[in-house]
């Protein structure tokens, strides 16, 4: 997703905004890799443990390979360009706000990069397997982070001789609702592939890990569900136990 980024600073050749891709990937977006990348774990110790076999998804290299990479820089292309030219089109006919004030690239460049922060965050959810608080607070915090940033940096100047052109930004983005359509529609229409594809797989053709964590959780995948009965026949021992004490001889009663 940095690469709308990229993309942005290419069209309008604003040098300024360079800074902001550095924060991107050392504070913005650094926790919930981070922390997932730590605390996440696709199934317990336990069944890791009781089914050896899970390693073999890791030993032919499942997770990782020249199509699940290929896979994902497809996916971070596509991720890009509905960032940025969503966005864009919803910002093309400009705005005006009740103080006389008009949008310029700013506030399209604040509100793809608000886009783009809260889509990745949402993704990084999306691929884990475990929620804990600590993978809770990596992906929440930073999504708080940086409108946080956001509206620091609209009340610096004149106070700090920092960021004049941020002056009220926070307030004008926030002041109109082609800001709050944007924060709505454009992560949902970025991830709603990635959705739907990844429900698919859960369903048709889960792996043995998926298997095993639906198990844990007390769920049989949706596929056993349709395709299998939900409660196998049982035998009806009764009759067998009564007929063994039949064939018994009884002991005479003193």
């Known amino acids: 997703e940095t690469g709308d980024i990229y ?12 800074y902001l891709s550095g924060c991107y990937n050392i504070l913005f977006t650094l926790f919930p890799p981070l922390c997932i990348g730590l605390f996440d774990q696709s199934c317990t110790m336990f069944a890791r443990m009781t089914t050896p076999s899970l390693y073999k998804e890791t030993q032919k290299g499942v997770f990782f390979n020249n199509r699940v990479f290929w896979k994902w820089i497809f996916n971070a292309i596509l991720h890009s360009m509905i960032l940025f030219w969503l966005p864009m089109k919803t910002f093309q006919h400009g705005t005006v706000w009740g103080n006389g004030k008009s949008g310029d690239y700013l506030s399209l ?12 965050c949402l993704k ?36 700090l001789p920092f960021f004049p052109d941020m002056t009220g930004m926070i307030s004008m983005l926030c002041g109109t609702p082609f800001f709050w359509l944007c924060m709505l529609m454009v992560p949902f229409c970025t991830l709603l592939p990635d959705i739907v594809l990844q429900s698919l797989t859960l369903t048709m053709k889960p792996s043995p890990t998926d298997q095993i964590r639906f198990r844990e959780h007390g769920k049989l995948p949706v596929i056993d569900r349709i395709y299998k009965p939900k409660h196998l026949p049982h035998r009806n021992t009764s009759n067998k136990h009564k007929t063994s004490n039949e064939g018994m001889e009884m002991p005479a009663r003193v």
């Open 7 to 18: 993309v942005y600073m290419f069209l309008y050749l604003y040098v300024a905004i360079d």
């Open 109 to 120: 460049g604040n509100t793809v990069y608000s886009c783009v922060v809260l889509t990745v």
């Open 124 to 159: 990084a959810g999306l691929e884990t397997n475990a929620w804990n608080w600590i993978i809770h607070l990596s992906i929440w915090g930073s999504i708080v982070l940086w409108f946080l940033y956001l509206t620091l940096t609209s009340f610096f100047w004149p106070t």
